[in-house]
């Protein structure tokens, strides 16, 4: 993943909400339709992750912009049954799922005769397994591709090509019995040696139910798709009724939460803005979400958290009663944390 801007790819079997989801998450004008492909070319937009503290700090600051931390969503074509072998139009576009650091399944969980579903009756698990089996055979694909592009520096003793057709091996054994490259269990290691092949069945998962009252746990969300997208519509007057309903906030934070991400700020007259890092990420590697020469130019940094710092009303404020942290290389950044960096 980039530093700064985590990507969602958005899958699921044609017709079951995902441009729906695309819409109410971008607010992008698209093509919504009842009827399967009705999206061909993917859509590709920006979301600003939604942040209350972003807005308290700016307005300390006094702030002449906000940059919130962005998602990048894409929307492709409907997977079907037999996709792998070119059956509908989704294949072709996976390559833009394979870029991606999270991807999230839209899962039709609504009856509603007049919405077409492609096989005739609402079942989650069946649609869930069909797209589970359709990213597999993709992944075995490319798999055996890189396979076969090796094997000439596997039989010349070449010990990067050995090295990864062993993983390989392991992957497709788990592949080829139907399950996600997750199951084969890789160690750090042994994923950094494959991690140019970008295997979707290795990337975290978060499954959207459209609509469900009570699933809701884990990696699972139950969303009314078609409400969100009405919200998204809406003025912003008009959707403030509508904010404690809109479950989208959610959505952005487990996909966070599953890729371990964490939010930092910088705040000044300038601009206040929310920056995306792993977490464990120490003050230098934090840095470079903002430019890559601070990890190598960082001297130290002052740190305060975001409440505590408008507690005092003021970076100087702050200061002068002694809440300023000063930290150095070793100091792991903490959710909330409001940086200075020293270069
Ligand atoms: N009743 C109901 N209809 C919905 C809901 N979400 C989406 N729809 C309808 O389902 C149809 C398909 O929605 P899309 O968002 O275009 O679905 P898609 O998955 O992008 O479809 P393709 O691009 O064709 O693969 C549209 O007519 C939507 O209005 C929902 O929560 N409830
Ligand atoms: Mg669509």
């Known amino acids: 993943m980039s530093h700064t801007k985590l990507t969602i790819g958005i899958v699921g079997l044609p017709n079951v909400g995902k441009s729906t989801l695309f819409k109410a998450l971008t607010r992008e004008k698209v093509n919504i339709a009842n009827f399967p492909f009705a999206t061909i070319d993917p859509n590709v937009g920006i979301v600003k992750v939604p942040d209350q503290r972003l807005i308290r700090l700016a307005e300390m600051s006094k702030s002449k912009k906000i940059v919130p931390a962005a998602i990048e969503f894409v929307d492709i074509a409907g997977l079907v049954k037999g996709a792998h072998e070119g059956a509908g139009l989704g294949n072709q576009f996976l390559a833009r799922i394979r870029e991606v650091d999270v991807i999230v399944e839209v899962v039709r969980d609504f009856e509603n005769p007049d919405i077409i579903h492609v096989e005739e009756t609402v079942n989650p698990s069946r649609d869930i397994e069909t797209i589970q089996l359709e990213l597999v055979m993709a992944d075995l694909q490319t798999l055996n591709k890189h396979l076969a592009t090796i094997e000439k520096d596997v039989r010349a003793g070449k010990k990067y090509a050995q090295e990864e057709k062993i993983v390989l091996e392991k992957i497709k054994t788990v592949l080829e019995a139907g399950e996600g490259a997750t199951k084969a269990k890789l160690s750090e290691s042994e994923l950094l040696l494959i991690k140019n092949l970008h295997f979707m069945t290795l990337k975290p998962f978060l499954f959207v139910y459209n609509i469900s009252k009570n699933i809701d746990n884990g990696n699972r969300l139950a969303i009314n798709l078609r409400l969100e997208a009405e919200i998204a519509e809406m003025s912003e007057e008009e959707a403030k009724e509508f904010e404690n309903e809109s479950r989208l906030p959610e959505l952005i934070k487990k996909a966070y939460d599953l890729l371990d991400l964490i939010t930092y700020f910088t705040t000044g007259e300038d601009e206040t803005r929310g920056w995306t890092i ?46 300023l942290r000063t930290e150095g290389k070793d100091y792991v950044v903490e959710d909330g944390d409001v940086i200075e960096f020293k270069i």
């Open 278 to 323: 792993r977490a464990g990420w120490t003050a230098p590697q934090a840095g470079s979400a903002i430019h890559n020469d601070f990890e190598q130019k960082f001297i130290k940094a002052e740190v305060i958290n975001w409440q505590k710092l408008l507690e005092c009303g003021s970076w100087a404020n702050a200061r002068q009663k002694g809440f």
